[in-house]
């Protein structure tokens, strides 16, 4: 069974870079991709963006200025950066495994951690 | 961007009966849509994905029709655990989300 694992602060400063990792387990990060969705009160659920097995990126228009997401497939972990945070950016974030077979869904996720942005 | 508007936002129902919810899209995106059922506290679960495929291990009582820019989700005979909220979710262009419909007993 697949399992994912948010980890990183709980709580980042205004103007401040948001960093977040994911850790795989049960199976290998080489033949998937791997998304980043964040959920807040005011804007539902909100995809940031994914990484591909081969390390090819594709943000949300809306905050592409500012993340980056990244992969080390040796340690089965991806990261996330967001940078010059706002309270806007207050959210529970969720990494999640992107199938794509034609169809593309999110079949498993990790359990979520809530990020707050406050000084 | 591709907007999706859920209806209605909140519903209740009793037990064992049929409930349908609509998700709609700002344009066509034929048959690119999924259905989510997210439990309080829990992350979100794939019930359906391209609209009408359920996902495996999802109960049969779950199921999702339509196509082009409407599209709706029907729990055939309501049980106490599918209390929650659910989302559509779109993937022609881009992903985005409904802002879900919240179903209470």
């Known amino acids: 069974q697949v399992q994912l694992q948010e980890s990183g602060p709980r709580l980042v400063k205004p103007s401040e870079t948001l960093s977040l990792m994911c850790s795989v387990s049960?199976?290998?990060?080489?033949?998937?991709?791997w998304s980043w969705i964040r959920q807040s009160p005011g804007k539902g659920l909100e995809w940031i963006g994914y990484?591909?097995?081969?390390?090819?990126?594709n943000y949300s228009p809306a905050l592409r200025s500012r993340v980056t997401i990244s992969a080390d497939t040796s340690k089965n972990q991806f990261s996330l950066r967001l940078s010059s945070v706002t309270a806007a950016d207050t959210a529970v974030y969720y990494c999640?495994?992107?199938?794509?077979?034609?169809?593309?869904?999110?079949?498993?996720w990790g359990q979520g951690t809530l990020v707050a942005v406050s000084s | 961007d591709i907007q999706m508007t859920q209806s209605p936002s909140s519903l209740s129902a009793s037990v064992g009966d049929s409930v349908t919810i609509t998700c709609q899209a700002s344009?066509?995106?034929?048959?690119?849509l999924n259905w989510y059922q997210q439990r309080p506290g829990k992350a979100p679960k794939l019930l359906i994905y391209?609209?009408?495929n359920l996902q495996s291990g999802a109960p049969s009582r779950f199921s999702g029709s339509g196509s082009g820019s409407f599209f709706t989700f029907t729990i055939s005979s309501l049980q106490p655990e599918d209390i929650a909220t659910y989302y559509c979710?779109?993937?022609?262009?881009?992903?985005?989300f409904g802002q879900g419909t919240k179903v209470e007993i």
């Open positions: 999640a495994r992107e199938i794509r077979v034609g169809a593309i869904y999110f079949d498993f």
């Open positions: 990484i591909s097995h081969s390390g090819n990126t």
């Open positions: 391209d609209a009408s």
């Open positions: 979710q779109q993937y022609d262009d881009g992903y985005s």
């Open positions: 049960g199976d290998s990060m080489r033949n998937y991709y």
């Open positions: 344009q066509d995106i034929s048959n690119y």
